[in-house]
């Protein structure tokens, strides 16, 4: 591939002494200049279906997920069980993770020498059991209890209003990273998050301040805060990770949970909080599915973000509202009062007054300044245009036309 030095040189060679050029050309470096301009074209729409797909796939496992749980609700109502047996299969995501790479790169790594490879997010000495709690205890906790509201809010709102709640985090996000890592302050944003406050009174005001509706709107704003304060937690502590190490800290939690976290469905079991019944009585044909689902969409998100523009998989989370809606229907023939109605709306606007990015404003002004110059040149040219013509007419008749000072 030709350089833009080398075509300098490639043009001083071919002037001759009297500093007129001759007219050799070179393909080469036009062929590849092409090659290379399809090849980018040709990334970038592939990365754009891509994620087109990837946004579909990632509102397809969240519908889904809420639509099984409120399903299992139906036969074994136990959250914090349900939470915990899914957050245990984490501990997958890491050799998925390893099984993906083998086939899309040849890893000639075992998967122990990858997975230590990885631990150095831990540090430099790797993973040690003082670590492992350290690091691990804060994100588990703050994991396990985002899943146990989200499921207490699914047993007292429809799976609509909980998803569209949910949506909120990115309010909190916004938020917390304002005030913990100081990122910029925009105008927008701060409008975004007041609607997501007020979608959330609204939400709450539907069905008065009482009774199940204000306690199921205040549990997944709870799920929504802790959700938002894991990432930013995240963005904190982890934010230069990549995939490989974000994929053994997943798994990491999902080991921590097994381990540390089991003792918690035991209590709850012995005191009679959740009735679990004999384990051959359990749904357990629900509960693989739901936390299948779970893991395929925290797979999707992780990778998604790799992979093509996170704003998508921001967009795949909002539409699970509408497909939720189209379930709850359809399925279920729930009726949205107007109130309720208005108060998703609300949220789901600012969720999408929050992905705009950092420098919209700047972005945004420049096209229309870039507009208002086009329209200006046009409009010089009719001018032009129109004065050559008086001017050619005035000829033709004998005349001279003077312009006025």
Request: charged share 15%.
């Amino acid at each position: 591939m030709a350089s833009p030095l080398d075509a300098t040189i490639s043009r001083l060679s071919l002037t001759g002494e009297d500093g007129s050029e001759s007219h050799a050309e070179t393909p080469g470096s036009e062929t590849s200049e092409e090659s290379r301009s399809y090849q980018t074209c040709t990334h970038t729409a592939l990365k754009v279906l891509g994620g087109l797909l990837l946004v579909l796939c990632v509102s397809s496992s969240w519908v889904g997920t809420t639509q099984v749980v409120k399903l299992t609700f139906q036969s074994f109502s136990c959250p914090f069980f349900i939470s915990w047996f899914s957050s245990n299969w984490n501990i997958l995501f890491f050799p998925i993770y390893y099984s993906g790479l083998v086939v899309t790169t040849r890893e000639k790594q075992t998967p122990i020498q990858k997975f230590r490879e990885c631990s150095k997010l831990f540090g430099e000495d790797g993973m040690t059991l003082k670590l492992f709690v350290k690091r691990t205890a804060p994100f588990s906790i703050l994991w396990t209890l985002t899943n146990y509201l989200y499921l207490m809010a699914l047993k007292k709102l429809t799976a609509t209003d909980v998803s569209a709640l949910y949506c909120c985090h990115k309010a909190f996000v916004f938020l917390l990273s304002w005030i913990v890592l100081k990122d910029r302050f925009m105008g927008v944003r701060i409008v975004a998050a007041i609607m997501a406050i007020t979608g959330i009174v609204m939400m709450a005001y539907a069905d008065g301040f009482h009774g199940d509706s204000f306690v199921g709107v205040a549990l997944a704003v709870g799920s929504a805060s802790t959700s938002a304060l894991y990432k930013v937690l995240f963005k904190m502590f982890l934010g230069s990770a990549n995939l490989g190490e974000v994929a053994h800290f997943l798994s990491t939690m999902g080991f921590f949970n097994l381990i540390f976290i089991s003792c918690v469905p035991l209590i709850l079991y012995f005191t009679k909080v959740e009735h679990l019944g004999s384990l051959s009585s359990l749904p357990w044909g629900y509960l693989c599915g739901l936390a299948g689902l779970w893991l395929v969409f925290n797979i999707l998100v992780h990778v998604g973000v790799v992979l093509t523009y996170p704003i998508l998989i921001s967009i795949g989370t909002l539409l699970s509202v509408p497909g939720n809606a189209a379930v709850d229907v359809l399925k279920h023939e729930v009726i949205f009062s107007v109130v309720r109605l208005a108060a998703t709306c609300i949220i789901c606007l600012g969720f999408l007054l929050l992905l705009l990015p950092e420098e919209w404003d700047s972005v945004t002004l420049r096209f229309l300044a870039t507009i208002a110059d086009k329209k200006t040149e046009e409009h010089g040219e009719e001018l032009t245009d129109s004065s050559v013509h008086t001017r050619s007419r005035s000829r033709a008749n004998g005349t001279v036309s003077i312009p006025l000072a």
